[in-house]
């Protein structure tokens, strides 16, 4: 995204430092940021009242990331939770059978649980799907949900483009399509927790249709569940707050 630098700079908000390309390795929400990106919420259908409420509330263990400042960052706990909301919503929007949509939505829980900190990080996807497949059992017995191969390679491939699949890749992606656009959508979706609006979500790149009800309960789920959290609820109780409103009853 830009230049990281090795730690924040205190006095300083995300925004100010994504403008200066000073962004840190770890990098936290703050209130102005959020406030910046509350006052700038996509155009949008209202939520149709046929949707699911609530999805599945799957929040990925603390413990389950690759090092702990990350599980409170901005690709954490919290982004982990709401991109397996949203990859539920889409699933129920493209009438996939709900059992398969918490299989793969557990999955997407975890897709950045391997990331080494908050820029780019090549590979994370990979070593995710890795450590999912040897830790599987950890997560199906807090989630309540095995995990089929769809769903590995699904994080295997999330953070990798299309058109850069090595033929292996591309060979997987061909059996398993829909799962993977699946969370490449929901997790394209959540880039309104990001703070710059050029870095939000970018529809055309998605190979899923994207219903247009999509981006503005997307952000009303970042703006509602980082507001939680920062008034000092736990990320359990920020996602239950946040899916109660945002979704209609």
Same mark, same amino acid.
């Given at each position: 995204?830009?230049?990281?630098?090795?730690?924040?700079?205190?006095?300083?908000?995300?925004?100010?430092? @994504?403008?200066?390309?000073?962004?840190?390795n770890h990098q936290l929400m703050d209130r102005p940021t959020l406030d910046r990106i509350a006052r700038?919420?996509?155009?949008?259908?209202?939520?149709?009242?046929?949707?699911?409420?609530?999805?599945?509330? %799957?929040?990925?263990?603390?413990?389950?990331?690759?090092?702990?400042?990350?599980?409170s960052s901005i690709h954490g706990v919290l982004h982990g939770?709401?991109?397996?909301?949203?990859?539920? %919503?889409?699933? =129920?929007?493209?009438?996939?059978?709900?059992?398969?949509?918490?299989?793969?939505?557990?999955?997407?829980?975890?897709?950045?649980?391997?990331?080494?900190?908050?820029?780019?990080?090549?590979?994370?996807?990979?070593?995710?799907?890795?450590?999912?497949?040897?830790?599987?059992? &950890?997560?199906?017995?807090?989630?309540?949900?095995?995990?089929?191969?769809?769903?590995?390679?699904?994080?295997? &491939?999330?953070?990798?483009?299309?058109?850069?699949?090595?033929?292996?890749?591309?060979?997987?992606?061909?059996?398993?399509?829909?799962?993977?656009?699946?969370?490449?959508?929901?997790? @394209? &979706?959540?880039?309104?927790?990001?703070?710059?609006?050029?870095?939000?979500?970018?529809?055309?790149?998605?190979?899923?249709?994207?219903?247009?009800?999509?981006?503005?309960?997307? =952000?009303?789920?970042?703006?509602?569940?980082?507001? @939680?959290?920062?008034?000092?609820?736990?990320?359990?109780?920020?996602?239950?707050?946040?899916?109660?409103?945002?979704?209609?009853?």
């Amino acid at each position: 995204m830009t230049t990281s630098t090795p730690r924040p700079e205190p006095g300083r908000t995300l925004r100010e430092l @994504a403008e200066a390309g000073r962004l840190a390795n770890h990098q936290l929400m703050d209130r102005p940021t959020l406030d910046r990106i509350a006052r700038n919420r996509p155009a949008g259908a209202r939520v149709p009242a046929s949707l699911p409420h609530p999805p599945a509330p %799957l929040i990925p263990d603390a413990t389950w990331f690759a090092r702990t400042e990350t599980a409170s960052s901005i690709h954490g706990v919290l982004h982990g939770a709401r991109v397996a909301a949203l990859l539920q %919503l889409l699933a =129920h929007h493209h009438r996939i059978d709900p059992a398969r949509a918490r299989t793969l939505a557990a999955a997407a829980a975890c897709h950045d649980c391997r990331r080494l900190d908050d820029c780019a990080d090549p590979g994370h996807g990979r070593r995710a799907a890795d450590w999912l497949t040897a830790h599987g059992h &950890l997560v199906t017995a807090a989630l309540g949900t095995p995990f089929a191969p769809e769903a590995i390679t699904a994080v295997a &491939l999330h953070d990798v483009p299309h058109e850069a699949f090595t033929g292996a890749e591309a060979e997987a992606y061909r059996r398993h399509r829909l799962a993977v656009d699946l969370l490449k959508a929901a997790d @394209a &979706l959540d880039r309104y927790r990001l703070p710059l609006a050029r870095w939000w979500p970018d529809l055309r790149r998605l190979r899923l249709p994207v219903p247009d009800w999509a981006p503005p309960l997307a =952000h009303d789920l970042v703006v509602r569940s980082e507001r @939680a959290r920062l008034n000092g609820a736990t990320d359990a109780r920020a996602i239950e707050l946040a899916l109660h409103t945002v979704l209609p009853e």
